[in-house]
């Protein structure tokens, strides 16, 4: 944790473009550089409550498709952010008869610089539509509920959970005399470069792989999110790939003029820039040992987060050598 705190330090003091750190909590969540090379405007939080003790969710989950996932979702009153540990999320669909689906629990994540957080769980939509998400929350400041409504898709732009990962030629830095002509990262770890996806698709470790542009954010989350891979990195290096892919194809030419940045191809083929309004968010996928998307991340997600989904992919026999546990846990 104190590599990564240093990291974010290094970072803050390296570029002033992180001072515009969440002025308010829509840009929290929009995050991140758009698609296009010139910055798009934030998202707006999904409802406007009239009552000044109600709550506002803001949606950080944006593409759902058939099928369980993660959501993750931020809650605010005009007293400030929600940060009870839990909530409560009932997923209930619209379009059509239907019973509500199961409660479950949402975990509050607390985000870097402890300023922002996110509620996150893993709900199951089984079938397309409309749904809304029913939320409660203990919330001292007023009222105890809210709703969110969602669109789930048949089919999402990016690769789906179970579908076996794009064999894409990321960049890596053997190809490359500098490390700033394959990323933005002001403080780069060069173990995230070693290896191509195709590479790591094709040997016998899980992988995780993080798309995005450290430098370029119009938010503070998308270089924490690579440092949380690092961290993850460090925590357990042996047991799984690493790789970041930067979204901009030319950092190194880029000099803090966005109009000359290049989307990369990486980021095209993985259907990024195929998504809706997309904000250049960071999208974290956890592979399994055979190159198939065990878990997925849309914006920013914890390093506890990461290792849970890790630990599912790490095999047994893995874990067994490395922690000298005789049950396989880590």
């Known amino acids: 944790m104190n590599k990564m705190i240093e990291r974010v330090a290094s970072r803050a003091r390296k570029t002033r473009l992180l001072v515009l750190a969440f002025a308010t909590l829509a840009i929290a969540v929009a995050v991140a550089c758009s698609s296009s090379a010139t910055p798009t405007a934030a998202p707006q939080p999904t ?16 593409v759902l498709e058939v099928g369980e996932q993660r959501i993750a979702f931020l809650l605010t009153t005009t007293k400030g952010l929600i940060k009870t540990p839990t909530a409560m999320v009932t997923p209930v669909y619209l379009d059509g008869e239907g019973a509500a689906s199961p409660t479950m629990e949402a975990q509050f994540n607390l985000w870097p610089y402890g300023i922002r ?3 996150s769980t893993y709900a199951n939509f089984d079938r397309t539509g409309r749904w809304r998400l029913d939320v409660q929350v203990d919330n001292p400041n007023g009222v105890n509920e809210v709703q969110i409504e969602v669109e789930v898709l048949g089919k999402s732009p990016v690769p789906a959970l179970g579908s076996r990962a794009i064999l894409s030629d990321s960049k890596i830095l053997a190809d490359y005399e500098s490390i700033d002509e394959i990323t933005t990262d002001y403080s780069p770890d060069p173990a995230l470069y070693r ?3 195709k590479d790591a698709v094709e040997n016998d470790l899980p992988s995780v792989i993080v798309f995005a542009s450290p430098a370029f954010c119009t938010s503070p989350t998308c270089g924490p999110q690579v440092d949380a891979v690092s961290e993850l990195r460090e925590k357990h290096p042996d047991q799984a790939n690493y790789i970041h892919v930067e979204i901009y194809d030319n950092p190194a030419e880029i000099q803090g003029n966005l109009d000359r940045a290049e989307i990369s191809s990486v980021a095209d083929d993985w259907g990024l820039t195929a998504i809706e309004d997309y904000f250049n968010e960071s999208w974290t996928f956890i592979l399994d040992a055979d190159g198939q998307i065990d878990d997925r991340f849309e914006g920013f997600a914890t390093m506890d987060e990461l290792e849970a989904a890790l630990k599912k992919v790490i095999p047994r026999v893995s874990a067994d050598y490395l922690t000298g546990s005789e049950d396989g846990t880590i």
């Open 47 to 62: 409802s406007v409550p009239a009552d000044p003790t109600a709550i506002t969710p803001v949606l950080a989950t944006t």
């Open 117 to 119: 957080g996110s509620y």
């Open 195 to 197: 290896l191509t996806i």
